[in-house]
C-alpha cells in the first residue's frame, strides 16, 4: 500500500535554532514530491516541487531534498513567522492527478 | 480574485438540510479537486474533475454530490449529512491532471454538522 509518514508530528523549536522535516515514503512509482505550508483556518500553500533523488530547491530560510525513499525540509535559522503545519505529499504514476498526503509536522518556533 | 476562492468560509448546517460549496479557480488550470481534511487526519481526496469531466470518486458517500459547469467553477452539493462530516473542505486546480502538476489549495470551508 501507497503510504506517506511525516515526523516529527509536532516540533517546537527557539528562533535560530535549525532543524529538519522528515517525509519518508513507500509508493509504486514516485513521479513528484510536493511540501506545503498551512497556517491555521487556511488551505495548504504550496512551496516546492521534487521529482528525482539528489534535487535540492530552496526558498529564503527553508531548503528541501530528496531521496529515494525520503525527503528533508531544513528550516535555518527559523523565525516565528515560520510557525504552520508542514504538509508533504507524493504524486504517483498512472494515478493522474491524485496527490497522497502525509499528516504533517506541526512547527512551533518560540521568540 | 486571484487564485483559488471558496465560499462559504463556514457553514453550520443541521443533519436534514441542503447546502452547497463554490469554489472558483483563477488560475486557467483544467483540473479541479475536492479534498476533506479533519484534525489529525491527512487530507483526504474525494472528487477530481478534468475539462469539466468527473475522473475520480474515492468511495465518497452519495450525501456528497460534486458538480462542474466549467473548468473555473466546482461545487459540493450537501444533503443530510453526519456529524462526522464536520470537517475543513479544501477546493483545488491543477494546470492538468497528469504530469505532475503542483495543485493549488483554496481557504477552504469550516463545516460544522449539528
Known amino acids: 500500500e501507497d503510504q506517506v509518514t511525516q515526523s516529527p508530528e509536532a516540533l517546537r523549536l527557539q528562533e535560530g535554532e535549525s532543524s529538519s522535516l522528515n517525509c519518508s515514503y513507500t509508493?509504486?512509482?514516485?513521479?513528484?514530491l510536493f511540501w506545503y505550508r498551512q497556517d491555521p483556518g487556511k488551505g495548504p500553500e504550496f512551496l516546492f516541487t521534487?521529482?528525482?533523488a539528489g534535487e535540492e530547491k530552496e526558498k529564503e530560510r527553508l531548503k528541501a531534498t530528496l531521496t529515494k525513499k525520503e525527503s528533508f525540509l531544513h528550516i535555518t535559522a527559523p523565525k516565528p513567522e515560520d510557525s504552520a503545519t508542514y504538509l508533504c505529499?507524493?504524486?504517483?504514476?498512472?494515478?493522474?492527478?491524485?496527490?497522497?498526503f502525509g499528516q504533517g509536522t506541526e512547527l512551533s518556533v518560540k521568540p | 480574485e486571484t487564485g483559488v476562492t471558496q465560499t462559504p468560509r463556514h457553514l453550520v448546517m443541521g443533519m436534514t438540510n441542503k447546502k452547497s460549496l463554490k469554489c472558483e479557480q483563477h488560475?486557467?488550470?483544467?483540473?479541479m479537486y475536492w479534498y476533506k481534511q479533519s484534525a489529525k487526519k491527512p487530507l483526504e481526496l474525494m472528487f477530481v474533475?478534468?475539462?469539466?469531466?468527473?475522473?475520480e470518486n474515492n468511495s465518497v458517500p452519495s450525501r456528497f454530490s460534486p458538480e462542474c459547469p466549467n473548468s473555473s467553477h466546482l461545487f459540493l452539493h450537501l444533503h443530510t449529512l453526519q456529524p462526522e462530516d464536520s470537517a475543513l473542505y479544501l477546493c483545488?486546480?491543477?494546470?492538468?491532471?497528469?504530469?505532475?502538476?503542483?495543485?493549488?489549495f483554496g481557504p477552504g470551508t469550516r463545516l460544522t454538522v449539528t
Open positions: 521534487l521529482y528525482s
Open positions: 483545488a486546480s491543477s494546470l492538468g491532471r497528469t504530469g505532475p502538476y503542483e495543485q493549488y
Open positions: 505529499a507524493v504524486a504517483l504514476y498512472n494515478q493522474g492527478g491524485k496527490l497522497i
Open positions: 488560475l486557467g488550470h483544467n483540473a
Open positions: 509508493v509504486s512509482g514516485l513521479r513528484g
Open positions: 474533475y478534468s475539462l469539466e469531466e468527473r475522473v
